[in-house]
């Protein structure tokens, strides 16, 4: 008998999970992607795109679908999809599995301050600039630059995939790029622009980290967004090896390298 499992991705993890699930007797994955970024990378096998209508929409397609298994490995900072995906789960009885990555790691020499929000981010820049007009860059994506548009001050530097949309900062440069980035990538980049303070999400993985290493180097404070909570209840796993264990496939195949 096939089993079903949805993945609901989007992100390094996600794109890694269906290339090792992909093609294996018995199995039938599909991958969901929300539709936001104009030429996503595709995962392998079967992908569906666009929202499901609410936890409601996703039930539907739960059963309609005969899914056997949810695996949300969407991104640490999508909680509308989590939040949707554990209460869909637990209206159909569908297992679900969050496939999150770990959060960064402060190592003497940083400079973080926490934030619990993006507009508690906004609020706290104005005190780590060293002049009214200094130079922030938002790594935040491009729905996140809302936040800052009240920011009058500084000279904001935004790093996105897509052109972010209003309402934005007066004073927005904007930088359409997509990573990962290396280390000499964000050192480059620091310099360039004469970054005073940088601004991210505690998403994790490696493809974003180097901004982090090199603003250490430049001795640059950064603001980091603190992740949204887990759906409570809900089993966690930081890779792939662990979403593999969990749907009971560990040690047929070798989990594809997680690159961050
Ligand atoms: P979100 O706020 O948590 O979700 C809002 C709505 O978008 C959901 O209610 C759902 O619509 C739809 N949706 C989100 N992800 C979906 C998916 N993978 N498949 C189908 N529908 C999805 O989501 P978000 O923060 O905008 O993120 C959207 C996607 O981008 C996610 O897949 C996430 O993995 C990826 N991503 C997000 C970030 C970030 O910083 N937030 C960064 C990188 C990648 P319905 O209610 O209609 O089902």
């Known amino acids: 008998m096939t089993r079903h499992v949805l993945l609901i991705g989007g992100t390094t993890e996600g794109r890694a999970l269906a290339a090792a699930l992909d093609g294996r007797p018995g199995l039938r994955v599909t991958s969901s992607l929300a539709g936001r970024v104009a030429q996503p990378r595709l995962p392998a096998g079967e992908v569906r795109i666009g929202g499901f209508g609410g936890p409601e929409g996703l039930a539907a397609w739960l059963r309609a679908e005969r899914a056997d298994a949810v695996v949300d490995a969407t991104h640490p900072f999508a909680a509308g999809i989590s939040l949707n995906a554990s209460l869909a789960a637990a209206a159909t009885g569908v297992p679900l599995l969050v496939l999150r990555r770990p959060g960064f790691t402060a190592v003497p020499g940083d400079r973080w301050h926490h934030a619990a929000s993006l507009a508690e981010a906004a609020d706290l820049l104005p005190a780590l600039l060293p002049h009214a007009d200094g130079r922030v860059l938002l790594t935040t994506g491009r729905q996140g630059i809302a936040a800052f548009a009240h920011l009058d001050g500084p000279h904001v530097l935004a790093r996105c ?4 949309e209003p309402p934005l900062p007066p004073s927005l440069e904007v930088l359409l790029d997509r990573g990962p980035f290396t280390l000499d990538d964000e050192r480059a980049l620091l310099r360039a ?35 949204p909570p887990v759906p409570q209840g809900v089993p966690v796993t930081p890779d792939v090896e662990g979403a593999l264990h969990w749907l009971g496939l560990s040690g047929w195949f070798p989990a594809a390298p997680a690159r961050g």
């Open 193 to 227: 622009h004469r970054v005073d303070v940088l601004v991210t999400k505690d998403s994790g993985g490696a493809a974003t980290s180097p901004k982090l290493t090199a603003a250490r180097e430049l001795a640059l404070p950064v603001v980091i967004v603190d992740r």
């Open 161 to 164: 995939v897509d052109p972010p």
